[in-house]
């Protein structure tokens, strides 16, 4: 009798969406995330973001809330939310909305922007990687 062996399987390095209209944060973010080996995935606006995630899920989405609209990346959430296939991503918030980070840090239950982590800019990029990798790391 043949016995078969067992098949590791072995998952590709994790995807991270950047949503985010500037181009040199997108960019200055994506360089340590790579060298850490994630596959970043780009995007420019939250439409182009959110049509990304609905083809492959991320996953874990950085957003900016504040682009080319000033409530774009609020929609993009709520949107993000409410898609089956998106609805457990991780989504970590970055803005330079500094008046308001009290309001964000207890946000994440309110329906509006519900987020998992909130990043004032300019982001302290050693915390953001840190958080990142404690929320993708196999045992968490």
């Known amino acids: 009798m043949k016995t078969r062996k067992a098949t590791q399987v072995t998952l590709g390095p994790r995807t991270i969406l950047i949503i985010d209209d500037d181009v040199d944060f997108v960019e200055a973010t994506s360089v340590p995330l790579e060298k850490r080996g994630y596959h970043v995935v780009k995007a420019y606006d939250g439409r182009e973001g959110l049509r990304l995630a609905k083809i492959a899920p991320p996953d874990l989405v950085i957003m900016d809330i504040m682009m080319g609209e000033r409530t774009e990346g609020f929609f993009?959430?709520?949107?993000?939310?409410?898609?089956t296939e998106l609805r457990s991503v991780p989504i970590?918030?970055?803005?330079?909305?500094?008046?308001?980070?009290?309001?964000?840090k207890v946000a994440p239950e309110?329906?509006?922007?519900?987020?998992?982590?909130?990043?004032?800019?300019?982001?302290?990029?050693?915390?953001?990687?840190?958080?990142?990798?404690?929320?993708?790391s196999d045992d968490h």
């Open 92 to 104: 970590f918030v970055v803005s330079s909305l500094y008046s308001r980070i009290e309001e964000f």
């Open 110 to 136: 309110r329906e509006w922007l519900a987020h998992d982590e909130f990043f004032p800019k300019p982001v302290d990029t050693e915390k953001l990687l840190k958080s990142i990798d404690r929320r993708l």
């Open 76 to 83: 993009t959430v709520q949107e993000m939310r409410q898609t």
